[in-house]
């Protein structure tokens, strides 16, 4: 999804290169347009702005990578993109438009999600080979950003009053934010590759997928993200009991019970 999760130090190159970085500026012009439209109110359109900048996010690095234009000044700046559009630009939407009544602990959690994010990116840019597995340490700040702007989105069209949602929303920003720095793995979309052939049953579902997001958007992306949220704990809770039961699976023989000795083993035998 992003443009340093799948790159190596040997595959950066020095060099600025235009096509992949152009549509990094335009995940930032999105990010910093959210902000614009929260501050003035529009909050169905700060929210719209940022999935839009995370549409950018995941082509910059599937394009860089297809036109083979990885370069370190590319892998920079998307991540300060990220900060911006999916850090601070949430954190002020959901702050404008829910968390500001409820004052110190609103504000503190808007601050919250932005310093996790923060350190969120700062984590993976120390360990570029974490993703190696299929999989990201941590709540990906795109995701986390996207299910505040889905929110906003869903809220929004049911048409609930704003004292409804105060006290979920509080406890959204502090969920995913503790999902952000955690060491929760969580599928890495990256790995779906859009430049290459597929099957054709998978075109048609794909198509299938954007027909129910194009019919009811708000529902059907709230379930896309709250799915994904709650993959990464649902699937810590699945291998941990996997674990459990590999170690304490009792064999079929008694633990504390000895084996015959082997002259009694001999004069059993026919």
């Known amino acids: 999804m992003r443009l340093r999760r799948s790159i190596k130090r040997e595959d950066l190159r020095k060099g600025i290169y235009i096509l992949p970085n152009l549509f990094t500026l335009m995940n930032l012009f999105f990010g910093f347009y959210s902000v614009v439209c929260a501050i003035n109110g529009q909050f169905k359109t700060a929210a719209v702005a940022i999935l839009i900048a995370a549409v950018f996010d995941a082509l910059d690095g599937k394009i860089a990578r297809a036109t083979h234009t990885l370069s370190r000044f590319g892998a920079e700046f998307d991540s300060l993109a990220d900060l911006v559009s999916f850090g601070v630009a949430p954190a002020v939407m959901m702050y404008l438009w829910t968390l500001k009544p409820m004052g110190r602990p609103g504000w503190l959690a808007a601050f919250l999600f932005v310093a996790c994010g923060a350190l969120r990116l700062a984590r993976f840019n120390t360990n570029l080979d974490q993703s190696s597995d299929g999989y990201f340490v941590g709540l990906p700040i795109p995701a986390a950003a996207g299910m505040n702007a889905v929110m906003v989105l869903f809220i929004s069209d049911l048409g609930l009053k704003n004292s409804a949602h105060h006290f979920p929303a ?75 039961n590999g170690t304490t699976s009792s064999p079929d023989r008694a633990p504390n019970s000895a084996p015959p000795p082997a002259n009694d083993q001999k004069n059993r035998l026919p």
Request: hydrophobic fraction near 60%; glycine fraction near 2%.
């Open 170 to 244: 509080l406890l959204l920003m502090y969920g995913l934010s503790f999902l952000m720095v955690s060491s929760i793995k969580y599928f890495s979309i990256k790995k779906i590759e859009m430049f290459r052939s597929m099957n054709f049953n998978v075109l048609v579902s794909m198509m299938l997928i954007l027909m129910l997001i194009a019919a009811v958007p708000s529902i059907s992306l709230l379930l896309a993200s709250l799915a994904y949220i709650a993959s990464g704990p649902v699937c810590l809770v699945v291998r941990r009991r996997r674990q459990k």
